[in-house]
């Protein structure tokens, strides 16, 4: 259990790092599709660097940081599976800790899921208009915000009316 919180530590600096890059960098760009390639992009390095292991002819300082940052979490682990817990001291910290993460993964899904859910009800229902390039242009009778997703752009009745084709082309 050592080694999967070892990498989900690296895994979270890593991509703590390139978001930083990337609010510092890219987050001004209006490229929303080059935005969205970089991010998954990084999201994937992020969980590819931790598992490349480097290795030096002579000992390298980082490299000490490094093996005695993955000797403390074995060690902890060592220590919390073959030696009794002192009575009424039943506390993990890496146990606690993987917990939170999960927890913290559960709760986003949660809300992912929701939010899918809620787009998928907003693109289902309401009346259908198809627009040039294969757009299919969703008018609704609540008050939303007007947004575009994948093939569709979704805009309530009173903002088509107003200013409807200005929307429309930002969308496209």
Not at 45 to 70: A, M
Not at 90 to 97: E, G, K, S, T, Y
Not at 129 to 142: A, F, R, S, T
């Amino acid at each position: 259990m050592g080694e999967i919180f070892v990498y989900i530590l690296k895994s979270s600096l890593c991509l703590a790092i390139f978001y930083l890059f990337f609010k510092l960098m890219l987050c001004r760009e209006t490229f929303h599709r080059f935005n969205r390639i970089v991010l998954l992009t990084l999201f994937t390095i992020s969980l590819l660097i931790p598992l490349i292991k480097i290795t030096f002819n002579h000992p390298v300082p980082y490299s000490e940081l490094t093996l005695n940052l993955d000797y403390l979490i074995s060690m902890a682990e060592v220590v919390t599976e073959n030696s009794p817990a002192p009575a009424g001291n039943d506390f993990n910290i890496v146990a606690a800790l993987i917990i939170i993460y999960f927890s913290g993964a559960a709760v986003t899904f949660i809300f992912s899921a929701i939010s899918f859910i809620r787009m998928f009800l907003l693109l289902s229902h309401g009346r259908r208009q198809i627009v040039n390039e294969g757009y299919i242009l969703i008018v609704h009778q609540k008050q939303i915000s007007p947004f575009s997703w994948m093939k569709y752009i979704v805009i309530s009745e009173n903002d088509l009316n107003e200013s409807g084709n200005e929307i429309v082309l930002h969308e496209l």
